[in-house]
């Protein structure tokens, strides 16, 4: 994204100049940390480093400040799935280091803990009811992509024909949703990885072979 230049003003004074990409990190950090509507305009504005008019004027509003936030969360830290998904050769393989790779992100020290497209927008008022349609856009898009995998590894034998793909990816979408609820209540790293060996442990077997 590009710095911002002269363009905008701050009262009569001088052209108020800033990074674009810094303030967007910082207004990110701030959703993830207290939710969408938890997150005023004058704390996001003060976070940010700019005016509230500077805000509208670069960002529209609140809520596509939100869209911005959300769209650089799953750039950076809460895009891992797709990445992992497409390097690992198998679909067990491939869950156990989703869970593996969750349990680390969602506990690290440098970041607000829990998964921000999971938690910043579970209580809102009706007004904001965009916002979580949106979250919900993308937590039913990772549940597509772990059954999509899922049947992709029935259909190549991995598992067996029978194997239940909505039922399995709902399973381990829950295990993702609570393992980040339970960061957020300050779960370690080392307790939610050892959820994640019993989650793993729950992977149908492969099929029998004649």
Not at 60 to 69: D, P, T, V, Y
């Amino acid at each position: 994204m590009k710095k911002a230049t002269g363009a905008l003003q701050r009262g009569r004074g001088r052209p108020r100049c800033f990074d674009q990409d810094t303030a967007l990190e910082r207004a990110m950090v701030l959703f993830w940390e207290r939710g969408y509507e938890g997150a005023s305009l004058d704390e996001l504005s003060a976070a940010m480093g700019i005016s509230p008019s500077s805000l509208y004027a670069t960002f529209g509003g609140k809520e596509q400040l939100f869209r911005a936030a959300v769209d650089r969360y799953l750039a950076g830290q809460g895009g891992y799935m797709s990445r992992i998904f497409a390097e690992e050769p198998t679909a067990r393989g491939a869950v156990q280091r989703l869970l593996e790779t969750a349990a680390d992100e969602l506990t690290r020290p440098d970041h607000p803990p829990g998964c921000m497209v999971a938690l910043a927008g579970t209580q809102c008022s009706p007004g904001a009811q965009p916002v979580q349609g949106l979250l919900r856009g993308h937590r039913e898009a990772s549940q597509c992509g772990l059954k999509a995998r899922i049947q992709r590894a029935i259909e190549d034998g991995e598992l067996a024909p029978d194997t239940d793909a909505a039922a399995l990816a709902t399973f381990y979408a829950t295990v993702l949703l609570g393992m980040s609820v339970l960061a957020r209540d300050g779960a370690s790293r080392e307790s939610l990885r050892a959820a994640v060996e019993v989650a793993v442990r729950a992977w149908p077997g492969a099929p029998r072979r004649p």
